[in-house]
């Protein structure tokens, strides 16, 4: 079964901002296709979202169906960091093999796996 991955900082961090909206949007929306795909028994893709450890009951309160998370041994401060300052692990290392979609306009370090980079927003490059 094919696996999709979706770094979701900005869905559990303090602030939730406008990326956390929109990560949210995404996800609900994704979260009904893949019960009407499975309701007229098509094959859909395991979807995870990625989380700091510490973050877990934050993700449970959005009440997803068919997305679940995949947790990484860090804090939500310490993975923060450590991406910040270009440190961070390959996170394939610890969530497998997949397709792997970052949402906060830069990606996290890979070792095998394929990726894409939503970038929401590059008006502020033509209008300073």
């Not at 900005?10 to 406008?18: A, P």
């Not at 979260?31 to 009951?57: L, W």
């Not at 998370?69 to 093999?97: A, E, N, Q, V």
């Not at 792997?100 to 927003?121: C, E, H, Q």
Request: charged share 20%; with cysteine; hydrophobic share 40%.
């Amino acid at each position: 079964m094919k696996k999709i991955y979706i770094e979701g900082l900005g869905l559990v961090e303090g602030h939730f901002s406008g990326v956390g909206q929109y990560i949210l949007g995404i996800l609900r929306g994704l979260d009904e296709i893949i019960d009407d795909e499975m309701y007229a028994g098509k094959s859909v893709p395991e979807v995870r979202v990625i989380i700091p450890y510490n973050t877990i009951g934050k993700f449970k309160s959005y009440g997803f169906k068919h997305i679940g998370y995949k947790t990484l041994p860090l804090s939500f401060r310490l993975m923060s960091i450590l991406w910040y300052k270009g440190l961070l692990p390959p996170i394939d290392l610890w969530c497998g093999k997949g397709t792997y979609i970052f949402t906060r306009f830069v990606g996290m370090p890979l070792w095998l796996n394929k990726s894409a980079t939503v970038i929401y927003d590059v008006s502020y490059e033509l209008y300073k």
